[in-house]
């Protein structure tokens, strides 16, 4: 069973467009973090959310947790071909402890 | 942040051998690691948690006596693959940190 579903899975648009990608469970979690992966990198931390309905925003980033604390969505504005990467979600504490789980990834991909 | 670095950062190895990667955190004292697994186009799956001073906690499927993992220090943890199969190969990442995780940059291994 996948404690973190990502969606979509692969999403390829053109620069200057918007788009938006989910990340939802039925398990509560104390805080859901999004990352960035290069290839051949490991993942960077792009933001932590904490409070249900919590919004963050990182530039075009905007993070957004649900009031429940079980799912988040990140939405980028005017999307640029830097922005091409790996998205990871991930859950933090689904057992009452600091195991990070994380989504399957959105891969993204911002054609000039 | 605390900076976290994996040695080696790539491996190619002959079916049937051993290989041990390291991971240190140069500027924090983890009492905790994680290693990941990712195969390619995956997301990173939870392998086990590296406890120091005592034994290490593996995840459901994984096997201990295959991943090897000694937590010596409080900044260095490594683990073992024994025994290694074309099928281990992967990308091996490790993290620390508590509520925010660091991740070292990953170990590439391929075993021939």
């Known amino acids: 069973t996948q404690l973190l579903k990502q969606s979509p899975q692969f999403l390829s648009i053109q620069e200057g467009e918007n788009l938006t990608v989910y990340c939802n469970s039925s398990s509560v979690f104390s805080s859901l973090q999004w990352y960035r992966q290069e290839p051949g990198e490991g993942p960077v931390l792009l933001v932590t959310v904490v409070t249900g309905g919590e919004v963050k925003k990182l530039k075009r980033l905007t993070f957004q947790f649900g009031d429940a604390r079980k799912d988040s969505s990140l939405h980028i504005t005017a999307a640029q071909t830097g922005d091409t990467g790996l998205y990871l979600c991930a859950g933090v504490g689904p057992f009452g402890d600091d195991k990070i789980i994380f989504g399957k990834g959105t891969r993204l991909h911002i054609l000039p | 942040g605390a900076v976290v670095s994996q040695h080696p950062s790539w491996v190619i190895c002959k079916s049937g051998t051993s290989v041990k990667i390291e991971c240190r955190s140069l500027?924090?004292?983890?009492?905790?690691m994680f290693w990941y697994r990712q195969f390619p186009k995956q997301s990173l799956m939870l392998m086990a948690t590296?406890?120091?001073?005592?034994?290490?906690?593996?995840e459901q499927g994984v096997e201990k006596d295959k991943f090897l993992i000694n937590h010596a220090s409080l900044t260095l943890s490594t683990l073992t693959v024994t025994s290694a199969h074309p099928e281990d190969s992967s990308f091996y990442i490790c993290?620390?940190?508590?509520?925010?995780?660091?991740f070292g940059p990953g170990t590439r291994l391929l075993v021939l």
């Open positions: 500027d924090f004292q983890a009492t905790t």
């Open positions: 590296s406890n120091e001073g005592s034994k290490a906690t593996y």
């Open positions: 993290s620390l940190g508590g509520q925010t995780q660091y």
